[in-house]
């Protein structure tokens, strides 16, 4: 079993920046992929971005690209989340996700990953 834990959402201006931290605990070892997805209110979860944990490759969806940066800390056993020059469109509750496949077919769907954290909120205000 996984455990997921995440920090670092708030409410910043339009323009402003978060990073988001997700720091997994228990049967580490099974995990080979971590993403970040969002959901708005009244929207379907989206996928962020995808990280492999033992590669070090990266996913992210084409509209943030640019903007948004995943990366993570092996030994520590946590991802992070780096968003820039946010935007209102941005407000939504953040999840983080981990998994021990790596397709990148699949990987910014949700049902590719098996273990889930609680959430934090993001707001952007205009």
């Known amino acids: 079993q996984v455990s997921l834990g995440e920090s670092g959402g708030g409410s910043v201006q339009t323009g402003g920046s978060l990073r988001l931290s997700c720091a997994a605990s228990g049967r580490t070892s099974s995990i080979l992929s971590m993403g970040w997805f969002r959901q708005a209110p009244g929207k379907e979860r989206e996928g962020v971005a995808a990280?492999?944990?033992?590669?070090?490759?990266?996913l992210y969806a084409d509209s943030l690209k640019g903007r948004f940066t995943i990366s993570q800390d092996k030994a520590m056993h946590t991802q992070y989340l780096q968003m820039n020059s946010l935007k209102p469109e941005d407000t939504a509750t953040y999840y983080c996700?981990?998994?021990?496949?790596?397709?990148?077919?699949?990987?910014?769907?949700?049902?590719?990953?098996?273990?889930w954290g609680q959430g934090t909120q993001v707001s952007v205000s205009s």
């Open positions: 996700a981990a998994g021990s496949t790596w397709d990148t077919r699949i990987l910014l769907n949700a049902p590719a990953f098996a273990y």
């Open positions: 990280i492999n944990t033992v590669a070090d490759s990266t």
